[in-house]
T-cell receptor, first 111, second 114 residues
Framework: DAGVIQSPRHEVTEMGQEVTLRCKPISGHDYLFWYRQTMMRGLELLIYFNNNVPIDDSGMPEDRFSAKMPNASFSTLKIQPSEPRDSAVYFC?????????FGDGTRLSIL | AQSVTQLDSQVPVFEEAPVELRCNYSSSVSVYLFWYVQYPNQGLQLLLKYLSGSTLVESINGFEAEFNKSQTSFHLRKPSVHISDTAEYFCAVSVATGFQKLVFGTGTRLLVSP
């Protein structure tokens, strides 16, 4: 079975640019989560969806961050404009009725 | 709200030695508890979970963890580690009504040397 697929695996861009991270959850899973991992703050839940609807976005740090889930098989996390402090590894995870399954993450570097 | 404390940021150990990674949690309601493992440049993989029932839970690769409600702990143990166990280990908690809002500890890096 294919796991959670994230793209790109690495992204390097300059400050001020728009960044879009993509996630394909495991087929049939109805929950999708976006996390950010940094050395300073560890793993933080940014937002999660249920049946494509955002349920809790209280972890989204600023209005520069937005997330969408247009259908059950695709989600995006967008940062516009990006800043150096957004540099982190961003994980997507999905679940059905059990524990979350994580993708391999996107390592984002904002110069 | 729930919280998780992993007191050890790094645990060095020799191959074939036993290891314990400590995890304590705080919650006013019943919880589910998890251990995830993260290998370099990979996502988190579920190692084992406690939902209910037997307080001792085991993984397929020799790890075990025991839920201790009185001490609010969920320590991870392995009697004999391998080089391949070198990774970051995260303890996590969620309220026992679902798996949605996981709260993670800061992680413990297990370093196994020959």
């Amino acid at each position: 079975d294919a796991g959670v697929i994230q793209s790109p695996r690495h992204e390097v861009t300059e400050m001020g640019q728009e960044v879009t991270l993509r996630c394909k959850p495991i087929s049939g899973h109805d929950y999708l989560f976006w996390y950010r991992q940094t050395m300073m703050r560890g793993l933080e839940l940014l937002i999660y969806f249920n049946n494509n609807v955002p349920i809790d976005d209280s972890g989204m740090p600023e209005d520069r961050f937005s997330a969408k889930m247009p259908n059950a098989s695709f989600s995006t996390l967008k940062i516009q404009p990006s800043e150096p402090r957004d540099s982190a590894v961003y994980f997507c995870a999905s679940s059905l009725t059990g524990p979350q399954h994580f993708g391999d993450g996107t390592r984002l570097s904002i110069l | 709200a729930q919280s998780v404390t992993q007191l050890d940021s790094q645990v060095p150990v020799f191959e074939e030695a036993p290891v314990e990674l400590r995890c304590n949690y705080s919650s006013s309601v019943s919880v589910y508890l998890f251990w995830y493992v993260q290998y370099p440049n990979q996502g988190l993989q579920l190692l084992l979970k406690y939902l209910s029932g037997s307080t001792l839970v085991e993984s397929i690769n020799g790890f075990e963890a025991e839920f201790n409600k009185s001490q609010t702990s969920f320590h991870l143990r392995k009697p004999s580690v391998h080089i391949s166990d070198t990774a970051e280990y995260f303890c996590a908690v969620s309220v026992a009504t679902g798996f949605q809002k996981l709260v993670f500890g800061t992680g413990t890096r297990l370093l196994v040397s020959p």
